[in-house]
T-cell receptor, first 115, second 113 residues
Framework: DTGVSQNPRHKITKRGQNVTFRCDPI?????LYWYRQTLGQGPEFLTY????????KSRLLSDRFSAERPKGSFSTLEIQRTEQGDSAMYLC?????????????FGEGSRLTVL | KNQVEQSPQSLIILEGKNCTLQ??????????LRWYKQDTGRGPVSLTI?????NTKSNGRYTATLDADTKQSSLHITASQLSDSASYIC????????????FGGGTRLMVKP
């Protein structure tokens, strides 16, 4: 399968623990995005990378959140000291080029439940 | 402020019937508008992308329309099937902005037998 891959698909953790999600984009895509989605809402932008450079971060991305994309390939999103409000679906997407031309492909998401 | 409003929030129809979902936006400058289908617990999947100059675009039983003057779009589903049950999300792109996609809250469609 050559689509966007996310792992793990589901994560249940206790408040205060750290969690890390991984995203493998479509191989030739230079842009990678992280979104957060809560039930019944549309996705909210968190951050995006062009190759290995993190070009923008949302205000939603508090200092407990960090994202990396070493070597411009896969990306990780780490949440430290998780809180119950972090419970959501974390979606990764990738594209070739910007939104004026590039189709955006989403992964299946990583659902986080913080107890 | 860039906003995308979708209506209705939820909709129930019988299998085989048609339906139309609405999307109004205030995004400027406009680049393109996308409709995504999202099954419960899955990632969104693209249905259509429409640029400023396109008025209508079809993808099988899905037909999207765009009126850039009134800043409205619709997604028409013909002869609905049970598998059409999902959330449909309207997404508008701002011209030449690196990350700027504005997502609507989605319309949750349920198709009943």
């Amino acid at each position: 399968d050559t689509g966007v891959s996310q792992n793990p698909r589901h994560k249940i953790t206790k408040r205060g623990q750290n969690v890390t999600f991984r995203c493998d984009p479509i191989s030739e895509h230079n842009r990678l995005y992280w979104y957060r989605q809560t039930l019944g809402q549309g996705p909210e932008f968190l951050t995006y990378f062009q190759n290995e450079a993190q070009l923008e971060k949302s205000r939603l991305l508090s200092d407990r959140f960090s994202a990396e994309r070493p070597k411009g390939s896969f990306s990780t999103l780490e949440i430290q000291r998780t809180e119950q409000g972090d419970s959501a679906m974390y979606l990764c997407a990738s594209s070739l080029g910007g939104f004026s031309t590039g189709e955006l492909f989403f992964g299946e998401g990583s659902r986080l439940t913080v107890l | 402020k860039n906003q995308v409003e979708q209506s209705p929030q939820s909709l129930i129809i019988l299998e085989g019937k048609n339906c139309t979902l609405q999307c109004n936006y205030t995004v400027s400058p406009f680049s393109n508008l996308r409709w995504y289908k999202q099954d419960t617990g899955r990632g969104p999947v693209s249905l259509t992308i429409m640029t400023f100059s396109e008025n209508t675009k079809s993808n099988g039983r899905y037909t999207a329309t765009l009126d850039a003057d009134t800043k409205q779009s619709s997604l028409h589903i013909t002869a609905s099937q049970l598998s059409d049950s999902a959330s449909y999300i309207c997404v508008v792109s701002v011209n030449n902005a690196g990350n700027m996609l504005t997502f609507g809250g989605g319309t949750r469609l349920m198709v009943k037998p």
